[in-house]
């Protein structure tokens, strides 16, 4: 099966994941939907899996304030060098292709 995709690198693929549960416009139910899912997968990028974990925290304790407390929850955990920058941005995916993605990234982590 052919994935729409499979030209964009899976490291740009997982930052717009990121991205996605980080937007406060996105539906809080759907972002902590995506963040269970995604608890299966095997980040390919260290910093990612740092970010992952950070967002989780503050999915629940700040879901509307992620990216204004991102930065002092990498050092929480240690990584106070990882760059959260990127994820300010927002996503250019919607729910649906978010869902799809993490799905397609769990498959292919396997």
Known sequence: MHSKYASVPR??????LLRFLCASGEDIVRRR???QQLRQY??????????FEAIGELLTTA???IVGHLPAAVTRLGFPDVSCDALAD???????????????????SQ
């Open 11 to 16: 490291l740009d693929n997982e930052k717009q």
């Open 63 to 65: 879901p509307q304030q």
């Open 42 to 51: 095997s980040w390919r990028n260290k910093e990612h899996q740092v970010l």
């Open 90 to 108: 927002p996503p250019r995916i919607n729910a649906a292709a978010a869902f799809a993605l993490a799905e397609e990234l769990l498959r292919a």
């Open 33 to 35: 939907k995506l963040l």
